[in-house]
């Protein structure tokens, strides 16, 4: 995969999304564009999803001390945006991390550990956020479920997931990666389950009762 970085840390507010788009503009189709912004590049982010929604998926590594760094891949497929496009995709980036972080750990590369677990505990934790404040409600109340059925069965699951994390986190802080890695094989067993049910139930009727609404709910959602 071609990977380009691009640091916004200097550029005036009012060429920022200019240059993003021109780095963007510049990537091969399937392409990785990194880039640093001084503050919550979800500013420039809104003038992306105006002019190139479709086009891209969007994810933040790292956030705080006036650098914060992100990710846009260049889709191959662009199109309307679907539930695919964003949630799946996550899913399938949080694997792609976790299977990564294991992988250093094992090699006992403590500081490789950190950076991976750090950008998977940042991935995580957006995608529950999106999925409870956003989603979930949506389907709820469309469906009319009262906060019950399959929608607080993933909410219960979130919550043993954070609870994983948090011990993958602690163990890492006290630089045991014998109990990270012992942790890190609940949790892909939880991941796997749970993300299962919401692709192959959850998403599917998701998509059946929000329709036509779908692409604006996601466009809402990408802020999140
Ligand atoms: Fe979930
Ligand atoms: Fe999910």
């Known amino acids: 995969m071609t990977e380009t970085t691009l640091d916004l840390r200097e550029v005036p507010e009012n060429e920022r999304s200019e240059r ?5 503009e510049a990537l091969p189709s399937g392409g990785l564009l990194f880039f640093t912004t001084a503050e919550d590049p979800r500013r420039v ?14 994810a933040p590594l790292k956030e705080g001390d006036s650098q914060w ?4 891949v260049k889709r191959e497929r662009p199109g309307p945006t679907g539930l695919e496009d964003m949630l799946i995709v996550e899913h399938r980036r949080c694997d792609d ?12 590369d403590q500081e490789r550990t950190e950076l991976l677990f750090g950008r998977l505990e940042m991935g995580m934790e957006r995608h529950f ?13 469309r469906m ?27 163990a890492l802080a006290e ?19 749970h993300n299962m049910k919401e692709e192959e139930m959850l998403y599917p009727m998701a998509e059946e009762v929000l329709g036509a609404e779908m692409d604006e709910l996601l466009q809402r959602l990408y802020l999140f």
């Not at 760094?69 to 846009?72: E, N, T, V």
């Not at 991390?97 to 006992?108: I, N, P, R, T, V």
């Open 129 to 141: 956020t999106i999925e409870e404040e956003g989603f979930f409600q949506e389907v709820d109340q």
């Open 69 to 72: 760094l992100s990710q846009i």
């Open 144 to 170: 009319g479920l009262m906060g019950g059925g399959p929608v607080a069965v993933m909410r219960d699951e979130h919550q043993q997931m954070r609870g994983m994390l948090r011990r993958m986190a602690g």
């Open 97 to 108: 991390l976790f299977a990564e972080a294991e992988a250093a750990a094992q090699e006992g």
């Open 20 to 24: 993003l788009t021109a780095a963007f």
């Open 45 to 58: 982010l809104r003038q992306l999803i105006t002019n190139l929604w479709g086009r891209f998926d969007w």
């Open 175 to 193: 630089s045991n990666l014998e109990d990270f890695l012992a942790a890190s094989d609940t949790m892909i067993y939880l991941m796997e389950q």
